[in-house]
């Protein structure tokens, strides 16, 4: 688990060094903003799907 570990934060290092910022500020960047706009965008789009589901459902249902 360490060595995950140790390979994600030289990860975040060279990203931050490649970009020009520290550590914590990529750090902010994608755990703070980020991943939480991309949870929110899979979020919205599961609950889209879901009700085109339920629709075609429906209308499958209304056809028998």
Not at 27 to 55: A, D, G, Q, S, T
């Amino acid at each position: 688990m360490n060595e995950i570990f140790n390979a994600c934060v030289e990860l975040l290092n060279y990203c931050a060094n490649f970009l020009g910022l520290t550590y914590q500020e990529i750090n902010v960047w994608i755990f703070v903003i980020i991943e939480p706009i991309i949870f929110i965008i899979m979020l919205v789009w599961i609950i889209y799907l879901r009700h085109i589901i339920n629709v075609r459902w429906i209308d499958h249902q209304r056809r028998k």
